[in-house]
């Protein structure tokens, strides 16, 4: 390549450069650019949250624990087959919608008595009670914190956060709890 050529080539490549980044400049002029930021920003979960378990939280009532345990095997009142108990509703209105009231789920990722393929994502709960709080290794608070936010004993938890989040209110964390700490042993 003589020196004319070579010269005539590094300026093609140096105009060619300059048009590019021109090209995206402009692009951001022409096509409007939305501020992700603040889309993401709605969608980003609260900072994990310590609550504590409020008074007679925990309780052996037959209809709290079947509220827990069905939302505990459920994922949500659409799918749900069987009738709901007492209290807890398979269709909620928000924002003049109806829309199915979303459950638990846990079965997903925990199994326990009576789990339909049970998941193995999280800890097997069978006889959680005799196991895990009859030997005071795990306390109601705990199981209470946990349940509505699991964040607070694992920052990298792979354990959905169930109160924060506004899923669940902490009635319904209670009845969560206590389906998880009841006795299961007669059943
Ligand atoms: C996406 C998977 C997942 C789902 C869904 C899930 N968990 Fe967990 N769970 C975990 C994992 C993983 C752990 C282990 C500890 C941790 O990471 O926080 C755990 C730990 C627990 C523990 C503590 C066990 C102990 O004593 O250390 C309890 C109780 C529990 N889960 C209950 C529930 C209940 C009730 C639900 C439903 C509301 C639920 N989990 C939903 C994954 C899950």
């Known amino acids: 390549m003589d020196h004319k050529r070579s010269w005539m080539l590094g300026l093609g490549i140096l105009v060619f450069g300059l048009a590019q980044s021109v090209d995206a400049a402009d692009l951001k002029k022409v096509i409007e650019m939305p501020d992700a930021s603040k889309i993401l920003e709605k969608d980003r979960l609260a900072p994990p949250k310590r609550y504590t378990m409020p008074k007679g939280c925990i309780t052996d009532d037959p209809l709290a624990i079947a509220r827990g345990e ?6 949500n009142g659409k799918k749900a087959k069987a009738k709901p108990p007492r209290g807890l509703a398979k269709f909620v209105v928000a924002n003049g919608r109806k829309k199915p009231k979303q459950y638990g789920n846990c079965v997903a990722c925990h199994n326990i008595e009576g789990a339909k393929g049970g998941g193995n994502i999280g800890p097997d709960l069978h006889n959680y009670r005799q196991n895990f709080v009859d030997s005071g290794v795990r306390s109601h608070q705990y199981v209470y914190q946990q349940i509505a936010d699991p964040r607070v004993h694992d920052k990298n938890t792979h354990m959905t956060v169930n109160l924060t989040t506004g899923l669940f ?3 319904e964390i209670c009845d969560i709890a206590s389906y998880v700490v009841s006795d299961k042993s007669k059943k």
């Open 70 to 75: 069905y939302i505990f095997h459920n994922l």
């Open 169 to 171: 209110t902490p009635r």
